[in-house]
């Protein structure tokens, strides 16, 4: 699963149904490669976070039809983007 | 799910019967490779889309027995290849 | 789907019996990276193909079962390394 | 199947509660990529170990409806950055 | 399917039962990039030979439920570093 920072919110007018009403962000690793992401753990702006690609990111949604091959699984508490997770306990 | 600019429809007269009559897009990314995707979404030369892979590209094809690794899933409203989406709302 | 050129034919004695009696490709990116795809299109040396990559690789060979992970799906009409597909209609 | 080394566990308070309780690695490839995967080996921080993606990596946890890409199949008993696997046997 | 050279022999004492008994090679690209595969067809340090990724990889043993995603498929019969394949018929 890969590590990447949470950019922006896609707008699509004409977008496929099989992705339903899913919010779809644009995520950026960190030589600056952006890639799209459906997101069911509601990450913001600016958010560290790390997903789930492949088969598994359909069953990563509740409804497991849904049309993805990146799904969000979670938000990363502390990361920075130089010396990535922070010691934090 | 990656994004990338519609440059063209390829030509091909001896094609696996398994695309049907799937109209078939030449893709390139910012760094100018360039991919071939089914698109079921209508997308012109010039439009910046989004990209589904792996299963849920054939998933994403009202018949799901197409043979396709790479399907449109949606044109992007606004983008700019130098600043991303632009903000628009 | 990527876009490569056909340069041989492999020879391979010991080879796994799940990929049957299928023709084996050498074929070669832009980059000269050189990868092996079963050919069920008859494309010959010279030849610029796109290949279907992952599961649906094995769904474009007549029998499912077949042991691969990248199938040649069309041979395209005209092609340039430089310049891309050629205006031809 | 890669190989990569260990380098930290991954904080996440909110995440996907398809990981369920397992435990998330933070790994590092020698060209410094950062990469998360669930571990069911019991790797320690340092160690070189190789991991099993795509949909295999379900299936490597005990329960296969676990969402992941990326799952750690065994550590390395003796491994040099530099040279590889030392001679051991 | 990747063209890679036999290096080594993995020996890991701490690996998951799903790989059952199978023997794990590490592989060199022409980058020098280091992979791991299960090898049914029987390679040896110094080979060239092609691998299946993704789930074919899984197929590709007896047992469907190994857990891997790269399988040695066959051992070609003549090949160069720098020339590729030569000239042998």
């Known amino acids: 699963m ?3 920072q949470v950019v922006d919110t ?10 339903q009403q899913y919010s779809l962000r644009v ?3 960190t030589s600056g490669k952006l890639q799209v992401a459906i997101d069911p753990c509601g990450s ?11 088969s598994a990111a359909r069953y ?3 409804d497991p039809t ?3 091959d990146l ?5 990363i508490d502390y ?10 306990v």
């Open 2 to 4: 890969e590590i990447l």
């Open 10 to 19: 896609l707008v699509c007018t004409q977008r496929h149904p099989g992705l």
């Open 27 to 29: 995520l950026r690793n």
């Open 44 to 54: 913001r702006e600016g958010n560290w976070v790390f997903v789930i690609s492949g």
């Open 60 to 62: 990563a949604c509740e």
């Open 66 to 68: 849904v049309l993805t």
């Open 71 to 75: 799904t969000v699984g979670g938000i």
């Open 79 to 88: 990361w920075d983007v130089d010396n990535g997770q922070l010691e934090t």
